[in-house]
């Protein structure tokens, strides 16, 4: 590795297990997409969403949430050429309780199911987080069922969804594509992609071809059974690229097609950019389980402003925006573009003040988690159980 790239290296770290940016500073996606070697989504491909599937592009496409693909193209090539393809994202199960952050992937997810009408699978990786977080078995396992709670309330369709844990599916078509993808993968490689030390114990450097296969169909016999030549496409924060760089790369070579990926930035702290959520901080992120009451504490005491120091320097400098996390949070969440268009101007001309942006925030984030908690206390321990019975979807490309 040259002097150049070592210091590009130490600059900003982003891999499944650490995201970090150079001295506290910003992630710089551009050079994100420039080290993995994806693609930026363009407005093109986003009208294109727009006119396959007659639905109005979701809030995250508009706003550039999901910014960044692989061949997400032939996705859409293949879809007007008449040639449907299947969903495929997760969720490591390491907390009982989800934040706003875990919530994007599905919610983005949960758009495109019903814009293509097409089918999905979401994998609960239960023994990686047995495997990363010193948990036990039987505690991840619980966990699993947990966030598949979380994971239904967001509303996907039973009859287009199969939901499974690894310690429980794993096995049998699926367990030979991961024999398939270990044996074209050298430890050198391993090493390379996800930084595996000599210290790390033998069941994580093995992990990442249990994340890889369910990009595969034959996979999913119950589901795709003669369909070996369907594509997948796989949403995702760009911290999961790693694992499906190794992906595309290994599948040509066993006889599949490349994985697609659409991703998303990360959900910022609401400490700022800088910060990082934290399982440890509970006040660096608004979790689906707060209260009305701690949602607006949290948002008023630790949600970092761009509003100026005195009420007569904003009224004169205004608000950055730049740094400004109501906004920011706003930008996920308020659904309407003209409203936000019009906080953003008033905030940054001063006539509008960072308490008002913040009893605002309050109102959007409270709703949206009393309506996910609604959908969460109706979910079933049946209702989880009939989302990941081993079954076929029928109806699954109708």
Request: glycine fraction near 4%.
């Given at each position: 590795m040259g002097e150049e790239e070592l210091e590009q290296e130490q600059e900003q770290v982003v891999n499944p297990w650490e995201v970090s940016a150079k001295d506290g500073g910003k992630i710089d996606y551009d050079k994100l997409i420039d080290k993995f070697g994806c693609q930026r989504l363009d407005q093109s491909l986003i009208d294109r969403v727009h006119r396959l599937t007659g639905s109005p592009p979701h809030v995250f496409l508009r706003r550039g949430v999901f910014f960044a693909h692989r061949d997400f193209n032939e996705i859409l090539d293949a879809y007007e050429g008449g040639k449907k393809f299947y969903l495929y994202t997760g969720r490591g199960p390491s907390s009982q309780s989800l934040h706003l952050g875990h919530l994007i992937p599905f919610m983005f997810t949960k758009y495109l199911q019903e814009a293509f009408k097409v089918p999905l699978v979401i994998q609960l990786t239960d023994d990686e987080k047995c495997m990363?977080?010193?948990?036990?078995?039987?505690?991840?396992?619980?966990?699993?069922?947990e966030n598949a709670r979380d994971i239904i309330a967001c509303g996907f369709d039973i009859t287009r969804t199969f939901i499974f844990q690894d310690f429980e599916y794993v096995g049998g078509s699926f367990y030979n594509n991961m024999v398939k993808v270990e044996k074209c993968v050298t430890y050198n490689k391993v090493v390379g992609i996800f930084g595996f030390s000599g210290e790390d114990h033998i069941g994580k450097v093995s992990f990442p071809a249990v994340q890889a296969v369910p990009s595969f169909p034959s996979s999913f016999p119950h589901l795709f059974s003669g369909k070996d030549d369907l594509r997948c496409l796989i949403p995702c924060a760009i911290d999961q690229d790693p694992y499906f760089r190794m992906t595309r790369d290994v599948a040509p070579r066993i006889g599949y097609h490349k994985p697609s990926l659409i991703e998303s930035s990360f959900f910022p702290a609401l400490q700022g950019e800088t910060g990082k959520m934290s399982a440890s901080d509970p006040?660096?992120?608004?979790?689906?389980?707060?209260?009305?009451?701690?949602i607006k504490n949290k948002i008023?005491?630790?949600?970092?402003?761009?509003?100026?120091?005195?009420?007569?320097?904003?009224?004169?400098?205004g608000a950055n925006l730049e740094v400004d996390i109501p906004i920011k949070y706003l930008n996920f969440f308020l659904e309407d573009d003209d409203e936000l268009e019009h906080i953003k101007k008033e905030y940054a001309a001063g006539r509008v003040l960072t308490g008002e942006v913040k009893k605002r925030l309050a109102e959007v984030l409270t709703e949206l988690v009393e309506r996910h908690?609604?959908?969460r206390s109706a979910v079933t321990d049946e209702m989880v159980d009939a989302f990941m019975a081993v079954r076929p979807l029928p109806n699954m490309f109708d």
């Open positions: 990363w977080k010193n948990l036990s078995v039987e505690e991840s396992k619980r966990l699993a069922r006040n660096s992120a608004i979790y689906v389980t707060d209260s009305a009451k701690e008023n005491k630790h949600a970092f402003s761009g509003g100026q120091d005195s009420l007569e320097k904003h009224r004169k400098y908690r609604l959908a």
